[in-house]
């Protein structure tokens, strides 16, 4: 008998809930970065498959795997010259295969890279429409127009490089249109076969058992004259058409929004749950930082608030860092003066509209800090995503050009070259951290395992206790309004799990009395020593918090008499 999912492609052997992403804890890394098995000093597949005992240890569960696929690396891959195929560097589509199948056998999940924006210049679709005829089907692969005058609406997102979002083709005799670099011409999504050849790159990954796809740069690919070029109507068509072809075929994968839009213009590339699973929250993490550097909840709350519900099959992605700058596109002109006052002394920590540095160095290595900002992370609605090496404390190296200077070396242990590659130093495709303070003698995996108190072992404890409650992926969020601003306090509740959160944004000790009148009864016990505090009642709950402390309580029904 026939049954009604018949021809539905799941995982080999995967017992996964469809809505897996939302209990998930992603791990972002670049293959060059992570560990190099032949020693040509990059980075490769077989390296990072001998890693993967660390990722399982440290709890995460699902890898994001930066562009690895043949490209000329001018943009650090996102510059793709091959769809269906790994970098030479960094091993073959076996290599790809054997590291998915060893990720799914471990339980991890796989994230990859869909850049369909745009191309690299090298690729055959590219060098192919700049000799065609105009007006031909290869010509139209691209955006094309004899003058630079069109879309003059839209913005330059790459400010310090290009001064313009069109380039001359001399073959082509044209204008074509980029949104990044001139070297990465826009696809063009007017034209159906486009969409088409999408589909087919779409299929071959997610007919391998790949997990989650990453729409880089999504609210780029329709352009309109008169309009500013993002987030058009005609572009959440195309979104529609991809999450069709992959519901049609496909159990338990999940694609995710690369929007850097306010949360309003994000909250379209949901749908009605027929478009992305997932989207970055890209505005509440300058908040974040905003809101430690000010001792203020209020940027966090006030982003929340603008923050639109997601339908029940979605879910947000949360990030501190990631492997560009940290961006201050979206938000106001004060906001920016104020984030790069603090957060960027040195002009040269900035690029673009945004900073160039790591969790670490922006938190002046402060371990209270991270810690705090990582509680945040692990307790906001919504998946929390890591950037490596930010659970060791990893510097950055602002002397390195674009934003390779928090694209350096995984630091494995004290040994050469950080334990990343054992090649002559020059080899490495960068500079391995090596000052007194960042140096992999001082921050390394290794030495951070052996020591009970450290950073990572921190994070994995958190991680461990974050997968115990749902509540954190899966729960809703309500602020408390205590009125010492330095403390953000909030709910988080779903099914029975009721938790409460207490952070002290401030360098000093902080008093708070919150209002837990609708909770009399319930009984709070610290969830980390599992300590019970005194149980709710009427009167406003007094708490103290440390420095850059944080308190998450279970609110445990009053225990019932015997
Ligand atoms: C977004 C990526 O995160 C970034 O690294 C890249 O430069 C642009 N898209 C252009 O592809
Ligand atoms: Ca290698």
Not at 24 to 32: D, G, S
Not at 429 to 442: A, E, K, N
């Amino acid at each position: 008998m026939a049954v009604a999912n018949a021809g539905i492609r799941k995982q080999p052997g995967s017992v996964l809930d469809p809505l897996w992403f939302k209990d998930a804890i992603i791990y972002e890394l670049h293959v060059k970065a992570f560990a190099d098995s032949n020693n040509d000093g990059i980075g490769d597949f077989p390296g990072l498959m001998q890693r993967l005992d660390y990722l399982q240890d440290l709890g995460v569960t699902c890898i994001w795997l930066l562009p690895f696929f043949p490209s000329p690396l001018r943009d650090d891959g996102y510059d793709i010259a091959d769809y269906m195929s790994v970098h030479p560097s960094y091993g073959t589509v076996e290599d790809f295969r054997a590291f998915l199948e060893a990720a799914h056998k471990r339980g991890l999940q796989v994230m990859i890279e869909l850049v369909i924006n745009h191309t690299s210049d090298q690729h055959p679709w590219f060098q192919a429409a700049r000799n065609a005829a105009p007006g031909s089907p290869e010509r139209d692969f691209y955006v094309w127009s004899d003058t630079d005058h069109l879309y003059s609406d839209a913005r330059i997102i790459f400010t310090d490089t290009e001064k313009s979002n069109w380039s001359w083709d001399p073959v082509a005799k044209a204008y074509y249109w980029h949104r990044f670099f001139s070297h990465q011409p826009d696809l063009n999504f007017d034209n159906p076969r486009v969409l088409e050849e999408v589909l087919k790159v779409l299929r071959f990954w997610l007919d391998m058992g790949v997990d989650g796809l990453r729409l880089d740069a999504v609210p780029y690919l329709v352009e309109r004259d008169g309009t500013n070029c993002e987030n058009l109507d005609e572009t959440h068509v195309v979104i529609k058409a991809m999450r069709q072809a992959i519901d049609e075929r496909y159990a338990n994968r999940m694609i995710l929004a690369e929007a850097n839009q306010v949360p309003a213009d994000v909250r379209p590339y949901f749908g009605d749950g027929d478009e992305c699973h997932m989207a970055f929250h890209f505005p509440l993490m300058p908040r974040i930082y905003m809101a430690l550097g000010q001792e203020d909840s209020t940027p966090i709350i006030d982003i929340m608030a603008k923050t639109p519900d997601i339908p029940e099959n979605c879910q947000w992605g949360l990030f501190l860092r990631n492997h560009d700058e940290l961006t201050l596109e979206m938000v106001t002109g004060d906001e920016r003066d104020y984030m790069y006052l603090a957060y960027s002394g040195d002009p040269r920590m900035r690029i673009n509209v945004g900073i160039r540095r790591r969790l670490a160095p922006l938190l002046d290595n402060n371990r209270r800090r991270m810690e705090l900002l990582n509680s945040l992370l692990f307790s906001f609605p919504g998946t929390p995503i890591l950037y490596y090496g930010d659970e060791i404390g990893m510097g950055d190296n602002i002397y390195l050009g674009d934003r390779n200077g928090v694209r350096t070396p995984m630091q494995w242990s004290g040994d050469r070259n950080a334990g990343f590659s054992r090649c002559n130093p020059a080899k490495l495709y960068s500079p391995v951290i090596m000052d007194p303070l960042w140096g992999y003698q001082s921050i390394n995996v290794e030495a951070q395992m052996g020591d009970p108190s450290s950073l990572l072992n921190w994070m994995r404890n958190m991680i461990a206790l974050r997968k115990l409650f749902q509540v954190f992926g899966r729960g809703t969020l309500r602020f408390l309004s205590p009125s010492n601003r330095k403390i953000l306090a909030y709910i988080r509740e779903y099914k029975d799990e009721l938790v409460l959160c207490v952070a002290n944004l401030s360098r000093d000790w902080q008093p708070v009395q919150l209002d837990l009148s609708d909770l009399v009864g319930m009984m709070p016990v610290e969830m980390i020593g599992y300590v019970p505090f005194p149980v709710i009642t009427e009167e406003s709950y007094p708490l103290t918090v440390g420095p850059y402390g944080f308190i998450w309580l279970e609110l445990q029904p009053p225990p019932v008499a015997a």
